[in-house]
């Protein structure tokens, strides 16, 4: 059932406007910068190694990593995260939202980066979480389905499916 509707017609809002050096989501968000000390630090990154299966690859802390991880093709400004993780599971994801969350540090999902709204920028430095890794790639041909990780690209999934004529 849909809602009742308001007897009298409710006038429309529209929001501000934007200027140029916004985006059509708006202004950047305004987070607190996570703040951890030396000890906490060492602990949460040994607790995003933990949840990737004690994969030292899957974590990246240093600068290259994060300036990498930092920004995407947007104008917005970069924001440097804590660190930035690569689990090749699902079952890894599901544990590094659970360190994040135990830690109280934000995290964002990025794809390729080739984002233009801001959307992968860590705002607040917390965590990357890439998909790169998350590369599954499954033809169900009994049922016309194919199972795709977040990590492969659409022209992967093009030329996967092109044999079968797909």
């Known amino acids: ?37 030396q000890p906490q630090r060492d602990a949460f990154l040994a607790a995003l190694r933990a949840a990737c299966d004690g994969d030292d690859v899957a974590v990246a802390a240093d600068e290259e990593a994060l300036e990498a991880a930092s920004k995407d093709w947007s104008f917005h400004a970069p924001h440097r995260p804590c660190a930035v993780v690569t689990p090749a599971t699902t079952e ?15 995290m964002v999902p990025r794809g390729a980066g080739t984002g233009v709204e801001g959307g992968a920028i860590p705002y607040g430095g917390g965590v990357v979480i890439s ?6 790639l499954e033809l169900l041909e009994d049922e016309m389905m194919a199972v795709v990780g977040a990590g492969i690209y659409k022209e992967e999934l093009n030329k996967f499916l092109a044999p079968k004529g797909l």
Do not use: I
């Open 131 to 136: 998909t790169a890794r998350l590369r599954r």
């Open 92 to 106: 890894q994801v599901a544990a590094v939202v659970r360190a994040c969350v135990a830690a109280r540090v934000p």
């Open 1 to 37: 059932r849909f809602p009742a509707q308001s007897p009298e017609p409710q006038e429309p809002v529209f929001p501000a406007a934007v200027s140029p050096a916004q985006s059509a989501m708006g202004p950047e968000p305004q987070l607190p910068e996570v703040s951890l000390t």
